[in-house]
């Protein structure tokens, strides 16, 4: 996960903990461990504001949540993905 503006931060998490990196780009992953996650990424599920995607069929939103926050921009993306690590074969 990444959130980019005023407050930027990355989060990444493998098999459900968080994992420390050394590079995070859109197409890899790099590992402090060595390992690398390569993305291709191929389509793009949804991308916009949150306000007029991914919040907009939530009744009331609108009047509970500040504007800030429904503009900030989303995109979501779907990826083939290969995970390789150090020693061992990626066939």
């Known amino acids: 996960m990444g959130w980019m503006g005023d407050f930027t931060r990355r989060i990444v ?4 903990e968080m994992a420390p990196t050394s590079v995070i780009e859109d197409c890899q992953i790099e590992f402090l461990d060595g390992s690398l996650l ?17 919040l907009s069929a939530i009744p009331g939103l609108r009047e509970t949540f500040p504007a800030r926050l429904l503009k ?8 083939r993905a290969r995970f390789e690590r150090p020693g061992m074969s990626n066939c």
């Open 13 to 16: 998490y493998r098999n459900g």
């Open 38 to 54: 390569i993305l291709d990424r191929s389509l793009v599920l949804r991308e916009g504001p949150l306000g007029a995607t991914a």
């Open 72 to 79: 900030v921009n989303e995109c979501k993306w779907r990826s």
